[in-house]
């Protein structure tokens, strides 16, 4: 952290021409350009002894007062400051990591100073809060058995397995099963903001739990956990409950528009792992298409689309019943007939309940089945005809076929 810190510090001052330090936020110095001008005491014992006197502390944050922005330390000759700073707090989701100073006997600070200054503090505190993360991470051992559970080699999942227990890292009183958590974004695109946030998430959770019953893993673009499923009939409930926590901790953690959890079923041992995290990362690539999906979901909750999601692409799209093309395909009238056609499936072709999920009349309901019928050339009288409509709505969804939502 200090070197990124320090290449702060110095672009900082080389773009503004002025000196340019940063603290932490108990006023510890950690990064600063060569001074421009003559240094007080405040700054020197900064930088000889890497803290301040409680004195100035205090009157740091007196003139601090939780502002958001640019602030003033005004000079103070009787504690050794005779230089006022002009200082921007580096925050990260709400918490104070430190300050970025500016010396103000060096000029305003205003436009471009202002950007930069603002700039810098953001920069910092993605590093500051990311050295945090790191030294409340496991160990590099006990990452490297978590990591080994997810082996291609059957005989290496064992021995991590059985290492990872003997050690009592993870003492699972019956089953276990996977959590895997993933950002939305519209691009797809994961940024070091987005691992940033998982990692925070997953510290946040660990934080909560026993510290034997979670194993949690960093993905690139994933955040992986590894939970121990309380015993009892609502073992499984319980996992979704921790499901939506981990959801809720990435959120707070990040500006993302979404995320999505997915639960692999349980297993007995642990060696077996990773089925449990193949389901879970199935099931969020199902939910990426079909957003009717509940954002935290067990993949037991998938239904058909799980079968179906095994199906290569290309069979999927010659398997879709040709009528059905032709219904998705009339223009403004294809959402209406479409919707109406899944509710009516959806309700086990049950006229009274699909007419109120449609807050539509009885007569109005006919009508539009009548007219899915000539479109499609289905009999909805039919269960195989209806079989065919309700699975190929499905399929359209998974292959990303223009369909509205239920």
């Known amino acids: 952290m200090a070197s990124s810190l320090q290449r702060i510090a110095e672009s900082l001052a080389e773009r503004l021409g002025r000196s340019a330090a940063i603290d932490d936020a108990r006023l510890r110095l950690l990064a600063h350009s060569a001074h421009r001008g003559e240094v007080d005491r405040v700054r020197a014992e900064s930088i000889l002894r890497r803290a301040v006197p409680k004195e100035v502390f205090e009157h740091v944050y007196t003139c601090y007062d939780d502002a958001t922005g640019l602030y003033i330390i005004t000079p103070r000759e009787d504690l050794g400051l005779d230089d006022g700073r002009i200082g921007h707090p580096i925050m990260y989701q709400g918490a104070l990591l430190g300050f970025v100073w500016l010396l103000a006997s060096e000029g305003p600070v205003e436009g471009e100073h202002y950007d930069a200054a603002r700039e810098a503090a953001s920069e910092a505190a993605l590093i500051m809060h990311r050295d945090y993360l790191q030294a409340g991470r496991v160990s590099d051992h006990e990452r490297e058995l978590i990591e080994q559970l997810f082996d291609s080699v059957g005989t290496r999942r064992v021995a991590a397995a059985v290492e990872i227990i003997e050690e009592r890292l993870f003492t699972p009183a019956g089953s276990h099963a996977v959590l895997v958590a993933e950002i939305d974004r519209a691009d797809g695109r994961a940024t070091e903001g987005d691992q940033l946030a998982l990692a925070s998430a997953l510290a946040t959770i ?64 642990l060696a077996e792992v990773t089925s449990s995290y193949d389901e879970a990362l199935r099931a969020i690539r199902i939910r990426r298409r079909v957003q009717s999906l509940d954002p935290v979901t067990p993949v037991e909750r998938l239904g058909v689309y799980e079968l179906l999601d095994q199906v290569p692409e290309s069979a999927l799209r010659s398997m879709l019943h040709p009528g059905l093309r032709v219904l998705m395909e009339q223009g403004s009238r294809s959402d209406s007939l479409v919707q109406t056609l899944e509710t009516f499936l959806d309700s086990a072709g049950d006229v009274k309940a699909a007419s109120e999920r449609l807050f539509a009349h009885r007569t109005s309901l006919y009508y539009r089945l009548r007219r899915i019928q000539e479109l499609t050339g289905l009999d909805l009288s039919n269960g195989d005809d209806r079989l065919v409509a309700h699975l190929g709505l499905k399929i359209a969804r998974l292959v990303d076929l223009e369909i509205p939502a239920p």
Do not use: K
């Open 206 to 269: 660990r934080s909560r739990r026993a510290p034997q019953s979670l194993l949690a893993l960093e993905r690139p673009n994933h955040a992986v956990l590894i939970a121990a499923e309380p015993l009892g009939p609502s073992g499984r409930e319980d996992l979704v409950g921790l499901g939506i926590s981990l959801r809720d901790a990435v959120l707070t953690a990040s500006d993302a528009d979404g995320c999505w959890v997915a639960i692999g079923r349980s297993r007995t041992d």
